[in-house]
């Protein structure tokens, strides 16, 4: 499994639009900041390798040390918060058309995919990989030893 773009603030709003809002520098390579006008995140768009859920909840703990901002001009961000990988929503479920996760919020609205449909165009990310599943900051509740995930390929 692989973590998605960390997410960074949350305030949650109906409307979904992406914006490229600047690069944060990671391993010496820029990758894009990506506002989400409809859940009010900023995403990191970076995919890191695979890795246990354990070790991914740590690397996103641990990303504001290791990032360098460049937000376009006129941008201001507060930076109330820290990273953290997405959440699977208040009352997480599996399955096709899950709006209620961050995941699922970006997929269905705001790149206004369809389930198990092509994944096509994801500007302004670049990095997000199809193939690849993604965890999430969410414990099951009757299974504490998984974790939900997301699959950008399907829309699940």
């Known amino acids: 499994m692989m973590s998605l773009s ?7 709003e109906a409307k ?5 809002i600047g690069t944060a520098s990671y391993g010496n390579e820029p990758h894009n900041l990506v506002y ?25 703990a ?26 699977a929503g208040p009352s997480p479920q599996t399955g096709y058309n899950q709006t209620s996760s961050e ?6 609205a705001s790149f206004g995919k369809i389930a198990d449909g092509p994944l096509g165009d994801t500007s302004p990310f670049t990095d997000i ?8 900051s969410t414990l099951d509740p009757q299974d504490e030893r998984n974790a939900f995930v997301f699959y950008f390929r399907k829309g699940v």
Do not use: C, H
């Open 16 to 20: 979904a639009a992406l914006m490229q």
């Open 62 to 87: 641990k990303l504001e040390g290791f990032l360098t901002y460049s937000l376009n001009p006129g941008v201001e961000i507060n930076w109330a918060g820290g990273w953290r990988l997405p959440s």
């Open 129 to 136: 990989q199809g193939s690849a599943s993604y965890w999430s």
């Open 103 to 108: 995941m699922g919020q970006l997929y269905y």
């Open 36 to 60: 989400e006008e409809g859940s009010g995140l900023v995403w990191l768009d970076y995919t890191s390798g695979a890795n246990d859920w354990y070790g991914q909840m740590e690397w996103a």
């Open 6 to 12: 960390v997410v960074f603030g949350l305030s949650p």
